[in-house]
């Protein structure tokens, strides 16, 4: 199996995310998109191990799992945080900042 | 490529001719389904089938960390937050920025050419497999440990202090100050009798749904002994979502059937 399908499996998904994470103006939604990118991440990573002949992928897509966790986690937080205030999971209502 | 290796080699293209269009058509659910929660499945078909993806690569412990880690606990957190703030919260269709979509979506299409078109014939070493690495201390998580232990103690440290840390910050930006005193039910009830002698509104519990011949769901609103529908007998968030059955048509039948059986009677006096 030629592990170029991988990344191009993986690239596929990345795109997807990264348009996800621009046209979806829900906060939850434009979040998993995040997460599907870290996914795509994840494949390469263990991908490359595929093509290296070692673990070293597969441990930084361990790791890459962990931080994804905490930022998941994290950035719940901060969702709900917003939510709580402006009774909205819009990205485009948290614009206080905004003149 | 030796022929022992051919029914393995095949084992995983087909895994991955399969899992890969699965994994994109979840992507692709995530990103066009304009429910969250729909979105929210579509992730976890993509997540599992990138599950199956990883042990088709020789990395099993990753594929169980990943259902683990992923599908469990990460869109279980989603899902319970979606519900927390709300399944029905609207997805608007405002362009804040004109012409952002189709920009956005461009952007896109041409970020993944332009991937696509790097790795293609990017790989010039010949095919390894991570199955001697595997072996070398008798299995996947036992190498993995091996290194995370021994090579990458440091990262794994930092990990952990990670986790204290976005737990702890989790807990405090999600807790809520209390800025006005609890109420209890004894102040509750006086609020409630208070309220029906100024405005007559009714203290007791709400009237429950309508109940009907041929439904009893709770989309059902009751009707009134003078015809009407009773506002109060149906939820609020069925209202929100227009999926009240209307009652009129429902108690026709009623009326029909009375007059059925009073036209019997009248029948059997005469």
């Known amino acids: ?99 | 490529m030796s022929p022992m290796l051919i029914p393995l080699v095949t084992g995983a293209e087909v895994t991955f001719w399969i899992g890969a269009p699965l994994a994109v058509l979840g992507a692709l659910g995530l990103v066009f389904s304009r429910r969250a929660v729909y979105a929210a499945l579509s992730m976890a078909v993509a997540m599992i089938s990138l599950a199956v993806l990883y042990a088709s690569l020789d990395a099993p412990f990753l594929a169980m960390t990943q259902i683990i880690v992923y599908t469990g606990a990460v869109m279980m957190m989603f899902l319970f937050v979606m519900m927390m703030v709300g399944v029905d919260t609207p997805d608007s269709a405002v362009e804040t920025l004109k012409g952002q979509r189709p920009l956005a979506i461009l952007a896109g299409i041409g970020l993944a050419a332009l991937l696509i078109f790097a790795i293609i014939g990017s790989i010039t070493q010949p095919a390894a497999t991570v199955v001697e690495a595997n072996a070398q201390f008798g299995g996947n998580p036992q190498g993995l440990a091996n290194l995370m232990f021994g090579r990458y103690i440091f990262v794994f440290e930092l990990a952990s202090a990670l986790l204290i840390t976005a737990a702890v910050g989790a807990m405090i930006l999600a807790h809520r100050q209390r800025v006005t005193p609890k109420r209890d039910q004894r102040e509750l009830a006086q609020e409630r009798m208070a309220a029906y002698a100024d405005k007559g509104e009714h203290p007791g519990p709400l009237p429950n749904s309508g109940v009907y011949a041929t439904t009893n769901s709770i989309a059902a609103p009751a009707l009134l002994p003078d015809g009407s529908i009773a506002p109060k007998s149906i939820s609020q968030t069925l209202l929100l979502r227009g999926a009240v059955i209307d009652p009129i048509p429902l108690a026709k039948v009623t009326d029909q059937t009375f007059a059925a059986i009073e036209a019997v009677e009248e029948d059997e006096d005469e």
């Open chain 1, 1 to 99: 199996m030629n592990p170029e399908n991988y990344l191009i499996l993986a690239a596929l998904l990345f795109s997807i995310g990264s348009i996800g994470v621009l046209v979806r103006r829900n906060a939850l939604v434009a979040f998993m998109c995040v997460e599907l990118m870290l996914n795509a991440c994840n494949l390469a990573l263990v991908a490359g191990s595929q093509i290296t002949g070692g673990l070293n992928g597969q441990v930084a897509s361990f790791f890459v799992m962990v931080v994804a966790a905490a930022e998941v986690v994290v950035g719940l937080a901060i969702i709900v945080s917003i939510y709580k205030t402006r009774r909205s999971t819009s990205v485009d209502d948290a614009n206080l900042l905004k003149l």
